[in-house]
């Protein structure tokens, strides 16, 4: 039986009533059932995801080819995960054990009558409003050495804005202007703690997750302006996708193998251990320049491969191309480019 759309309105409605009856949006009302249970860590990695489905916005679990709807699980009326994603991300670690215990305690045979076929729903990006994007340039030793720079020894910053970003199958929109457009696979932090001036080592607490994310780029434009801000800055230029794993799924997100591929021609092929500045290390050093809020994402660099750089000749994107990048225990982005009407 798979779940249909009343069973997710009705589910959201009884949330929803639970929520007003102890209040606007408190953490009391999903650490209730903390109280009750011990959370133990699930068995497989859990990656969460943010879909529509009969243009309803939700979020679940991802498991092979289905989303878990965590609001149409019965024992939810008891161990109430957030109603939004965003809540989820603000509530960090204890909206996380939150969701595990759910997913613990809830029975095969609810957990199949709650999923949806990921044919039957649209994947949206993971965080479709962050307060910022961060993205890191020359962060990995072998991208730098392709374009005989010096290796940094400080963080290069810019920004990206929230309109650039796009989620899985979504199309990449090449502008009439640009002739040079590339990609960029890259691990994406998702902060899910406010703080500021973090030491290395306590930045693991302020990451909510991790997402793949494809820094797309108008090299024509970014040569052109010698800043790249414009160039990265195109409406679609931030694909993201297509879950988030969370940090206590990752033990070691500082090796982990990242890849591009271009219809199916391996491009990028590398390692989150080839990064100059490691992912704790950028969220200390980035911290003493900003603030870092809730939902924050921290494009932390991408590998040598990309097409501008190719041999013997650049290899840039056209329309109809797929590019799908992968990054280990997140999954894959895929993406095709298209043409400005």
């Known amino acids: 039986m798979r779940l249909g759309s009343v069973d997710l309105i009705i589910e959201h409605k009884l949330a929803l009533a639970l929520s007003s009856?102890?209040?606007?949006?408190?953490?009391?009302?999903?650490?209730?059932?903390?109280?009750?249970?011990?959370?133990?860590?699930?068995?497989?990695?859990?990656?969460?995801?943010?879909?529509?489905?009969?243009?309803?916005?939700?979020?679940?679990?991802?498991?092979?080819?289905?989303?878990?709807?965590?609001?149409?699980?019965?024992?939810?009326?008891?161990?109430?995960?957030?109603?939004?994603?965003?809540?989820?991300?603000?509530?960090?670690?204890?909206?996380?054990?939150?969701?595990?215990?759910?997913?613990?305690?809830?029975?095969?045979?609810?957990?199949?009558?709650?999923?949806?076929?990921?044919?039957?729903?649209?994947?949206?990006?993971?965080?479709?409003?962050?307060?910022?994007?961060?993205?890191?340039?020359?962060?990995?030793?072998?991208?730098?050495?392709?374009?005989?720079?010096?290796i940094p020894d400080e963080l290069i910053l810019f920004m990206k804005p929230r309109t650039a970003i796009i989620g899985p199958d979504q199309p990449i929109i090449r502008p009439k202007f640009v002739k040079q457009l590339d990609y960029e696979v890259e691990l994406a932090i998702v902060i899910g703690q406010k703080g500021k001036n973090i030491p290395v080592s306590e930045a693991k607490k302020y990451i909510f997750g991790y997402t793949a994310f494809n820094d797309i780029s108008a090299r024509d434009i970014q040569f052109k302006d010698k800043q790249w801000t414009r160039g990265k800055s195109f409406d679609t230029f931030a694909p993201m996708g297509p879950c988030i794993t969370t940090t206590n799924q990752i033990e070691a997100p500082n090796n982990l193998s990242v890849r591009t591929r271009v219809n199916g021609e391996l491009r990028q092929n590398s390692s989150t251990k080839n990064m100059v500045f490691n992912i704790y290390e950028v969220v200390h050093r980035l911290s003493q320049v900003m603030t870092l809020e809730p939902g924050d994402i921290i494009a932390t660099g991408t590998p040598a491969g990309v097409g501008v750089f190719m041999k013997p000749k650049p290899k840039f994107l056209s329309p109809g191309d797929l590019v799908e990048i992968e990054i280990e225990k997140i999954g894959t982005l895929r993406n095709i480019v298209s043409k400005e009407a």
């Open 21 to 150: 009856y102890q209040g606007s949006f408190s953490l009391g009302f999903y650490l209730k059932p903390l109280l009750l249970y011990k959370v133990k860590a699930v068995d497989e990695i859990m990656k969460l995801a943010r879909y529509l489905h009969s243009n309803m916005e939700s979020y679940g679990v991802l498991v092979d080819h289905g989303i878990t709807c965590l609001l149409a699980l019965p024992k939810a009326l008891k161990c109430p995960p957030p109603l939004t994603f965003d809540e989820l991300i603000v509530l960090g670690d204890k909206g996380i054990e939150v969701v595990e215990r759910l997913m613990r305690i809830s029975s095969q045979n609810e957990k199949r009558n709650a999923t949806i076929s990921v044919d039957d729903v649209t994947l949206l990006a993971p965080v479709l409003s962050p307060p910022k994007i961060v993205c890191l340039g020359l962060n990995y030793k072998d991208h730098a050495k392709e374009q005989g720079k010096d």
